[in-house]
């Protein structure tokens, strides 16, 4: 299973928006509606913002929000504030009861 | 509230093997899957498998199959992760992760603190 693929990085200025893309296969996030984001913060666990593909779990800020076309993901921030500074992964469900995470994307505010 | 408490930092030797526990409370144990994640020194996240707390029954990713086994304890409500054999390439940080359903594998809402584990001569 190979690790879905996310761009390296991203940055903008404090308010700006940024959409991170995670994109996979027809077996991955393609084929089911289970894509979840994590952001981690530098010597953090990872923690869960976003799951199946654009729900906000309690406590997130509404400016992360998710979507899906075809079989690519998009994380976006809105109104991008300086705490936002993190590295930010996707991973999604891959049949068989098995998930794949994407290569990660560090969000610089600038 | 929900939380998962893994045991402290392993330094161990090229060959040997380790055990990680992560000990889950606020919750009904059964009720929910615990992952597995492995993070690399400056690497990325790496899903490892999961185990299904009702069943007991694991289900290990390509490349965590033969040397990795995960394990619970319904009394304890605890889950293990045993490395054998361990290569220096193992050195990472371990996650244990609380998905939302008994059979969830990609959306883990609750994360434990993390076990790093270092493998040198």
């Known amino acids: 299973q190979s690790a879905l693929t996310q761009p390296r990085s991203v940055s903008g200025s404090p308010g700006q928006s940024v959409t991170i893309s995670c994109t996979g296969t027809?077996?991955?996030?393609?084929?089911?509606?289970?894509v979840t984001w994590y952001q981690q913060l530098p010597g953090k666990a990872p923690k869960f913002i976003i799951y199946d593909v654009g729900e906000r779990p309690s406590g997130v800020p509404d400016r992360f929000s998710g979507s899906k076309f075809g079989n690519t993901a998009y994380l976006t921030i809105s109104g991008l504030q300086a705490e936002d500074e993190a590295d930010y992964y996707c991973?999604?469900?891959?049949?068989?009861?098995?998930?794949?995470f994407g290569t990660g994307t560090k969000v610089t505010v600038l | 509230q929900v939380q998962l408490v893994q045991s402290g930092s392993e330094l161990k030797k090229p060959g040997a093997s380790v055990e990680v526990s992560c000990k889950a409370s606020g919750y009904t144990f059964t009720d929910y899957a615990i992952n597995w994640v492995r993070q690399a020194p400056g690497q990325g996240l790496e899903w490892m498998g999961w185990i299904n707390p009702k069943t007991g029954n694991p289900t290990y990713a390509q490349g965590f199959r033969g040397r990795f086994v995960f394990s619970l304890d319904t009394s304890l409500t605890t889950t293990y992760l045993q490395i054998s054999s361990l290569k220096t390439e193992d050195t990472a940080v371990y996650y244990c992760?609380?998905?939302?359903?008994?059979?969830?594998?990609?959306?883990?809402?609750?994360w434990g603190q993390g076990t790093l584990v270092t493998v040198s001569s």
């Open positions: 992760a609380r998905a939302l359903a008994v059979d969830g594998t990609a959306e883990n809402a609750y």
């Open positions: 991973c999604s469900y891959a049949g068989r009861y098995t998930s794949v």
């Open positions: 027809s077996s991955d996030v393609g084929g089911h509606n289970l």
